[in-house]
Nanobody
């Protein structure tokens, strides 16, 4: 069984910074892409940033230049460094991983969500 455990959310003033972490554990054979999505109240879940096993990354236009995604393959962990936070960044942030378990096919996994609140 695979679990994604997130940490690092919280309350911050506009212009501040936060770091999110997400560690994958369990019966993992290999992890392809890992990333972060977010969902604000009344809105659909949207991609924030994603990174491949080789280190290639993509970002939503709204966070380019402010957020940085990285991963530690040895620890099966992905990070999201969020700088210059804006009230519009307020959302629940979900960790995502596309991975293969031992003896199983490839599928998507999600974390439980971490609340990020940016006050103006």
């Amino acid at each position: 069984q695979v679990q994604l455990v997130e940490s690092g959310g919280g309350l911050v003033q506009a212009g501040g910074s936060l770091r999110l972490s997400c560690a994958a554990s369990g019966n993992i054979f290999n992890i392809n892409s890992m990333g972060w999505y977010r969902q604000a109240p009344g809105k659909q879940r949207e991609l924030v940033a994603i990174i491949t096993a080789g280190g290639s990354s993509n970002y939503a236009d709204s966070v380019k230049g402010r957020f940085t995604i990285s991963r530690d393959n040895a620890k099966n962990t992905v990070y999201l460094y969020m700088n210059s936070l804006e009230p519009e960044d307020t959302a629940v942030y979900y960790c995502y991983a596309n991975l293969r378990e031992w003896g199983r096919g490839i599928r998507d996994y999600w974390g439980q969500g971490a609340q990020v609140t940016v006050s103006s």
